[in-house]
């Protein structure tokens, strides 16, 4: 055993600017823990510093965008001869934090119109603040890493730091019967995945006798080589051996573990339980951020096993190309993406509460953004058809997920409004609120409109980018067009459920029901969702899938570091 | 007979194994925490084991160290979880609670 002799490690001042806005974050929970200490325990306060903490985060994230849009920088390399970096900066990881921030803005702003108004109507409300930002703080400093890490340790301490501050979250109103019984069903749910994940995790670690996820991607390239030239000159395909099989083990627990951070097919059960039993600014959150982390981590893993030679390769009949590493796990991620949104949707069809139905809603849009990470990225100098350079699956997501932000806190924030106000989350406190709530419904039938994916709404753009991905990489694998069917038809399935909720709010009425003036603040924040949606769909179409591509990272984006000599070539 | 690597990893699949079966069949919480560190307690082993005898680099013990912290993260947060729940249902039966459905 050779053990690296100890030394002083400072990483140098370039690598540490490029992780600014984690240390921001990182600078805000500790401002929200100590500053209510010195200032009295106000609730607008620690609401205040995370909006600050938001302000100056995404001034340092358009500090490091400039840093890396030539391509990406990798951070925290230990100095020991060999040694690999632990994280990525790329425009990837620059997006997701920028989604990030903005939903954290958003969530505060929730938060704060929440309070007020139990404030108002419940004179016992004690919702402790500074505990609930602290923990909604560490999740998001958690999905950020999730995102940027390049290393399956780092890859495990990010997921479980963006877990366990979710697990309390739900449980964060303490008076809530439901609230406990979600958080109970959650952190069940979520130990069981993450014990499974890292199981996974000790494997992939003696299959590769690294735990660097980007020599990891070096040594499939090796050995997705080495069957290649197996396979050309039609010797017996040796490649199901032992290793292999540890390798698939490995890489399905780990599965588990992000399929449960997305919430998809077959980890899903917890998501409706819990969307329904948090208190609703926290299942916001989950929703949007949580999810969109998920997703992240699984296009970051799927681009892995992208091959450095042409795809298809030129001297292999089709089908045989088909058994290579990256073709089985798309089909794989493929499956469990059209079994989630179809799922997703018929489940949706029979539900009676609202967070319920928006729950099983965000399992569908989930399916549909899985199903780009299906697109591997693959340029096919064999057939001619010119490949983008940039992924064209994160480029679908990065715009899904922009739009999917703006319908989910619409959505959400007008039910919260409606939640607050009548006290059920049932679809009957939402008869007749086109009379008695105008300036809620409007906005919440917008962006209801715009989770179809109807035009001229943002839902629309979102859609047309990720089927125009799915249908453009096409050309290199055929059966995509398979997800694109599956995506219209759960789209028109989608449509019942979603104007049930607008038909429940403009054609039944009750006259027993009084209206109501709901908060200005909130009002503003629903309202200004569903404008940006608008925009979106007719004004801001083409830029914001120009923004999507030019945020995506490289088709071969790998870190300087990568090639590094494998220490266990297999 | 020598104890090699065969052992330690076969040693860690039954734990596996054991903590699968555990947290598929308790229905108290406490049972299922406990079946969630059997798991994890294979997981660490496995990793010290490949580390020791595969790869011959410390990084398979420095992630045993950190996995062992998370699961004590894990367990204090679980059972905070559990204290609360108790708090409303007097039980920490899972299955007790089902008033979330449908």
Request: proline share 6%.
């Amino acid at each position: 055993m050779n053990v690296p002799t100890p030394n002083t490690w400072l990483p140098s001042a370039d690598e540490l600017h490029l992780f600014s806005p984690e240390f921001v974050l990182v600078g805000t929970i500790v401002a929200v823990l100590v500053v209510p200490l010195l200032v009295g325990r106000r609730p607008e306060v620690p609401a205040l510093i995370a909006v600050l903490g938001c302000f100056v985060g995404l001034v340092a994230t358009w500090a490091v965008s400039a840093q890396v849009a030539d391509g990406p920088q990798a951070g925290m390399v230990p100095p020991s001869a060999g040694a690999t970096p632990m994280l990525l900066a790329d425009r990837f990881s620059v997006f997701y934090q920028l989604l990030l921030f903005l939903a954290l803005g958003l969530i505060t702003w929730l938060w704060l119109i929440g309070v007020q108004k139990r404030n108002g109507t419940d004179s016992t409300a004690e919702r402790g603040g500074p505990e609930f930002f602290v923990l909604l703080l560490t999740s998001a400093l958690g999905m950020m890493l999730m995102v940027s890490s390049l290393n399956l340790l780092v890859l495990i301490i990010a997921i479980e730091t963006a877990s366990l501050p979710s697990y309390a979250l739900v449980a964060s109103d303490k008076r809530s019967r439901l609230g406990a019984e979600a958080a109970l069903k959650y952190v069940m749910f979520g130990a069981t995945a993450s014990a499974i994940m890292i199981y996974g995790v000790s494997l992939l670690y003696g299959r590769f006798g690294t735990l660097d996820l980007s020599v990891i991607a070096s040594a499939l390239d090796a050995r997705y080589a080495e069957l290649r030239s197996t396979v050309a000159t039609f010797a017996p395909v040796t490649h199901v051996g032992v290793t292999d099989a540890v390798f698939w083990l490995g890489l399905a627990a780990l599965g588990v573990g992000i399929i449960f951070k997305i919430a998809a097919v077959p980890m899903h059960y917890w998501c409706p339980d819990v969307f329904q039993g948090a208190p609703t600014e926290v299942t916001t959150w989950l929703s949007v951020a949580s999810k969109a982390a998920g997703v992240g981590l699984l296009l970051r893993i799927v681009s892995l096993f992208t091959v450095t030679g042409p795809w298809p390769p030129p001297n292999l009949p089709p089908a045989v190309a088909g058994h290579t590493y990256a073709m089985t796990v798309a089909v794989l991620v493929g499956i469990l993406a059209a079994v989630t949104c179809t799922v997703g949707n018929l489940a949706a069809l029979r539900q009676e509460n609202v967070k319920r139905i928006l729950a099983y809603s965000s399992i569908a849009h989930a399916g549909y953004m899985m199903m780009a990470a299906a697109i591997i990225a693959a340029p096919s100098a064999a057939s001619g058809v010119s490949a983008p350079t940039y992924n064209a699956g994160m480029a679908a997501v990065i715009a899904y997920l922009f739009v999917y932000l703006l319908m989910n806190v619409g959505a959400f924030g007008a039910t919260a409004l409606v939640v607050w106000q009548t006290g059920t989350d049932h679809l009957s406190a939402f008869t007749g609120l086109g009379r008695r709530a105008p300036w809620v419904a409007l906005p919440l039938a917008v962006c209801l409109f715009s989770l179809v994916g109807l035009p001229p709404l943002g839902g629309f753009t979102a859609k047309w980018y990720l089927l125009l991905a799915l249908g453009k990489s096409a050309a290199t694998q055929p059966w995509l067009w398979v997800l694109v069917v599956v995506a219209v038809i759960n789209t028109a399935i989608s449509l019942y459920y979603y104007v049930r909720i607008i038909r429940q709010m403009y054609l039944r009425d009750d006259a027993a029901l009084p209206a109501f003036r709901p908060p200005g603040g909130g009002v503003a924040l629903v309202s200004a969702c569903a404008i940006i949606l608008l925009l979106l769909g007719t004004l801001w179409f083409s830029p914001l899938g120009r923004r999507a591509q030019a945020l995506a990272s490289d088709v071969y984006a790998r870190p300087p570091a990568a090639h590094a000599e494998l220490s266990h070539p297999m | 007979m020598t104890i090699g690597l065969t052992h330690y990893l076969i040693l860690a699949a039954l734990l596996f194994c054991c903590g699968l079966f555990v947290m598929t069949t308790k229905r108290n919480a406490v049972g299922i925490l406990i079946g969630v560190e059997l798991v994890l307690n294979a997981a660490c082993l496995n990793l010290v084991a490949f580390s020791r005898y595969r790869v011959g680099t410390i990084d398979g013990q420095i992630a045993a160290l950190f996995i062992i912290v998370l699961a004590a993260a894990e367990a204090a947060v679980a059972i905070a979880i559990f204290v609360n729940y108790y708090r409303m249902l007097a039980t920490i039966d899972a299955d007790k609670g089902d008033e979330l459905r449908g």
